[in-house]
């Protein structure tokens, strides 16, 4: 539904393509979820609104477990272990972003850009078309935007797109520092993209 917003009384939707997507797939794909069903296998479809942070993933994620025949002592145990595991990533990536940081610090001739867009977009192989690979090769640093630093970056005011919060809380930063440029990779028919790229 909705992933953590990046300002306390924020709210951060997720696009509607993306909201719908659960309904549309089981419509689609009815009579092989009927088969599915059918032959035993069970099909499960949460909502999990982490508006208020992964903490609100517990839930859902445990009545989950409980029809999988898993005991709640069990279930909450991987649950914490899960959301620990998501929690140092971010560390990491952050830990990252630091590091790369200081070395263009210590270059100060050099520009490094921070790559922008859906990380399903911007960050795989198979949709950026090698943009990142083609700037590295020229001897360009480049750093995805949620390995930056943005603890007490601003996002814009109204925006309620979650991942919108996101991309211009990193761009803000990336507009206040000396040596970062800002590169965008989106779908050209992606909504909310229309729009968050005039406030980029």
Not at 116 to 133: C, D, K, L, Q, S
Not at 175 to 191: W, Y
């Amino acid at each position: 539904k909705s992933i953590p917003a990046q300002d306390a009384e924020s709210n951060a939707q997720l696009c509607p393509l993306v909201q719908g997507e659960t309904s549309y797939l089981q419509t689609t794909f009815r009579d092989r979820l009927m088969r599915l069903k059918e032959a035993g296998t069970q099909v499960f479809d949460p909502l999990i609104d982490l508006t208020k942070g992964l903490q609100n993933a517990r839930q859902p994620l445990e009545k989950i477990a409980r029809r999988m025949k898993i005991g709640p002592r069990e279930a909450e145990k991987g649950f914490e272990k899960a959301l620990l595991q998501q929690q140092n990533c971010q560390k990491e990536l952050r830990t990252i972003g630091e590091a790369a940081l200081e070395k263009l610090a210590a270059l100060p001739d050099q520009t490094g850009v921070v790559l922008f867009g859906r990380p399903y977009n911007a960050f795989v192989e198979e949709a950026h078309m090698g943009i990142p690979h083609k700037l590295a090769s020229r001897g360009t640093m480049v750093l995805p935007f949620d390995c930056l630093p943005l603890n007490d970056t601003r996002t814009k005011r109204h925006m309620y797109w979650g991942m919108g919060q996101m991309i211009l809380k990193a761009a803000r930063f990336v507009k206040d520092h000396p040596q970062l440029f800002g590169v965008f990779i989106t779908n050209f028919s992606c909504g909310p993209d229309s729009f968050l790229l005039g406030y980029f």
